[in-house]
């Protein structure tokens, strides 16, 4: 399959990029960036070429792996699906309720086939755990899922400087791993209440789910390297199902996403991180993101 690239920052230079550059069953094809020079460091890295107009990538290739911030993906994953191009996207999908739901629409309208790159359905040790604990839904009642992380409480990365998470915080960039956990094992989210905490960007969530079952997420990029970590388990009729420690790099993940839209594309089965499923934990971020406003 032919692959176009969008985006250029680090997480399509150590992740994207990477990645479908060595996967045997992929063709990348271009790189598309909003400004030249990396455009064409990160192409050349990666042995393709750049692109200035990204309406003639979309007509190169026959999917697009987008790592660009959400409210800059939306319109272009509109965009691509309208031209025929399958879709591997990252979360948030969007940042409001609206450009997500037009995303799932697009998909739907053109028959084109998404995956969602929510990371711990993808690892090999956390993505078993949750299609293990998906089997036994219903019977559980109680479920936490915290994702607490230094990239603004003093740690060397990456994304310390990225805009999009400056402005977002916690809840729109991690929120959607923690719903993500949640929403296949508990189902769906009738009410959800949010509270900030008290260091920077923390974010609390309280969830009531319509199976009956309750659940909750500390979300933050605000604690210390020391303090970081990502936890996650539910409780309920099987017992205790505490969710096993990612134990490899993001890029192997998303080869793993890349061979789930093949799959989806191949056999037209639907994978459980589509654009609709995308569409639900951008309503829960929003309607979340509303109370820390107090509207």
């Known amino acids: ?15 994207h990029g990477p990645a479908l550059a060595a996967h045997r069953d992929v063709e990348l094809v271009g790189v598309w960036g909003r400004r030249p020079e990396p455009t064409g460091a990160l192409a050349e890295r ?5 692109y200035a107009d990204v309406d003639a990538l979309f007509d190169a290739c026959d999917a697009v792996a987008v790592a660009l911030p959400p409210d800059v993906q939306a319109p272009l994953a509109v965009r ?13 999908v969007a940042i409001t309720p609206e450009a997500a739901r037009g995303v799932a629409e697009a998909v739907e309208r053109s028959g084109v086939g998404c995956v969602v790159f929510f990371t711990l359905h993808f690892c090999a040790s956390t993505g078993g755990w949750l299609r293990e604990q998906s089997a036994q839904a219903g019977s559980w009642q109680v479920g936490r899922a915290d994702w607490l992380s230094p990239v603004f409480g003093g740690a060397d990365s990456p994304y310390t400087a990225s805009p999009w998470r400056r402005e977002k915080g916690a809840l729109w960039d991690v929120g959607p791993h923690a719903l993500s956990v949640l929403l296949p094992l508990l189902g769906p989210v009738e009410e959800v209440t949010a509270v900030r905490g008290g260091t920077g960007d923390t974010v609390h969530l309280v969830l009531r789910h319509t199976s009956g079952a309750s659940s909750n997420c500390t979300l933050s990029h605000s604690v210390t390297p020391a303090a970081a970590g990502v936890t996650a388990e539910v409780r309920g009729t099987p017992g205790i199902a505490e969710l096993p420690v990612r134990d490899e790099a993001p890029a192997a993940g998303f080869r793993r996403a890349v061979d789930a839209l093949l799959t989806e594309v191949r056999t037209g089965g639907k994978h459980l991180c589509g654009a609709r499923f995308a569409e639900t934990v951008t309503l829960l971020l929003h309607q979340a993101q509303l109370q820390l406003r107090g509207v």
Do not use: I, Q
């Open 80 to 92: 691509a699906a309208n031209a025929g191009c399958h879709l591997l996207l990252d979360k948030p």
């Open 46 to 50: 990666l042995g393709s070429r750049p």
């Open 1 to 15: 399959m032919k692959f176009g690239l969008l985006g250029t920052g680090p997480w399509a230079e150590r992740t």
